[in-house]
Each structure stands twice: as structure tokens, then as C-alpha cells.
Nanobody, 122 residues
Framework: QVQLVESGGGLVQAGGSLRLSCAAS????????MGWYRQAPGKQRELVAT???????NYADSVKGRFTISRGNVKNTVYLQMNSLKPEDTAVYYC????????????????WGQGTQVTVSS
């Protein structure tokens, strides 16, 4: 019953900004980490940014200094602030979570959102 719902994608001009949101819902006991991945046409899915339950963050080299991942004040929510967008950022962005459900006997499993399109025009 766990779901990840993304929002905030769209079409913007190069140099513009977007803020992506992801909310996890369902029978969640705890969240170990959340993050964002992206996949461009004909390319492999790649890590963009992650944040752990302790607040530790990790970014792809291509987005360092431009993107910021953060946890929301509301639990089970994560944001990706994207500034100085470039055409090469165009991709489908997927929210990811490693979490433990109330019914789980293991510490965590991986879940994915449906993806949201980000298009940056030149």
C-alpha cells in the first residue's frame, strides 16, 4: 500500500528553476532514505540526489551547486530545488525511497514513484 507521489515537473527555459516534491504514504514504519533519480531518452537511470534519515546528502557531480535536496516539515516528504537549469537536465525524474513498512520483518525495501517530466528548453 506504499505510494510515492511526485509533483512539480514542467517546461522551463534554460536558467530557470523548478521545485519537485515527493510524498510517501501508506503503512510506513520508518524511512531510511529518500532521493531523486532521472532518466533521459536512450540513457540509463542515474542518481541525482539522496538524503538519509540523519540528514546526510549526496549529489551527482553534474548537479552540485545547482540542486538542493531537503526533507519537508511534514514527515515523509522530500523536495528537490533545481536552479540554473540546463537543457541537459531534461529527463523524467523519479522519486525513490528506502523504507520499512509496518508489516516488514526487514529493515528496508526500495520503492519508486511514477516519474515527473522536466523539460528545459534552450
Amino acid at each position: 500500500q506504499v505510494q510515492l507521489v511526485e509533483s512539480g515537473g514542467g517546461l522551463v527555459q534554460a536558467g530557470g528553476s523548478l521545485r519537485l516534491s515527493c510524498a510517501a504514504s501508506g503503512s510506513i514504519f520508518s524511512i531510511n532514505a529518500m532521493g531523486w533519480y532521472r532518466q533521459a531518452p536512450g540513457k540509463q537511470r542515474e542518481l541525482v540526489a539522496t538524503i538519509t534519515s540523519t540528514g546526510s546528502t549526496n549529489y551527482a557531480d553534474s548537479v552540485k551547486g545547482r540542486f538542493t535536496i531537503s526533507r519537508g516539515n511534514v514527515k515523509n516528504t522530500v523536495y528537490l530545488q533545481m536552479n540554473s537549469l540546463k537543457p541537459e537536465d531534461t529527463a523524467v525524474y523519479y522519486c525513490h525511497a528506502n523504507l520499512r513498512r509496518r508489516s516488514d520483518y526487514v529493515w528496508g525495501n526500495d520503492y519508486w514513484g511514477q516519474g515527473t517530466q522536466v523539460t528545459v528548453s534552450s
